[in-house]
């Protein structure tokens, strides 16, 4: 994210509380236009009408912000370790199994690999997110745990299943495109 968007988003946001708070303000930075003739004072629906356009702005901002695009490429240092584990979920004959593979020892080159794949998966909040407690509704057939170490302590544990829902430290999210980036992940290791 450039720098130039977060600047923007910052102004954005001032400007819009501050016309929320004191509509008079732009009011009169807006005089200058007039300077032969005096501006008169603005009309309380004016303010009024500044108020609530304000007050959607900010809730429109808050909304973009929220739901925006998160990248998988945030989830740790560049030298953090990273281990795998990568389930299959099925019903036989009426009987549910899980087979599991855990992919431990990735070595650098895997490890490079898996967060160049990353790097190019987005995922998203959902209006629930916030109080969710990470558990996944659908799971599908295709489970992929990655947990991220650093100092050979565990600080993330991500959870994507093919039906496009992952769970980020305990939170729910949602990801377009999280089966192909099973498959990817699966070529790699």
């Known amino acids: 994210m450039s720098i130039y968007f977060l600047s923007a988003r910052y102004i954005v946001a001032a400007v819009l509380l501050i016309n929320l708070i004191n509509p008079r303000i732009l009011w009169y930075i807006d005089a200058w236009k007039y300077k032969g003739t005096e501006k008169g004072e603005p009309s309380p629906g004016y303010l009024f ?99 991220i170490y650093e100092d050979k302590e565990r600080v993330r544990t991500v959870l994507i299943s093919d039906a496009g829902e992952i769970s980020v430290n305990n939170k729910s999210y949602v990801m377009q495109n999280s089966s192909e980036l099973i498959r990817e992940i699966s070529k790699i290791i």
């Open 49 to 147: 009408g500044c108020r609530i356009l304000s007050a959607l702005g900010l809730i429109i901002l808050a909304l973009v912000l929220y739901f925006r695009p998160i990248h998988l490429k945030d989830l740790g240092s560049a030298d953090a370790e990273i281990r795998i584990t990568k389930q299959h979920i099925y019903v036989e004959n009426g009987e549910p199994f899980i087979d599991s593979e855990n992919y431990d020892d990735l070595s650098e080159e895997q490890t490079k690999s898996v967060r160049d794949c990353l790097r190019q998966f987005t995922y998203r909040r959902r209006p629930g997110t916030v109080f969710s407690d990470g558990s996944l509704t659908d799971i599908g057939e295709w489970l992929l745990e990655i947990h």
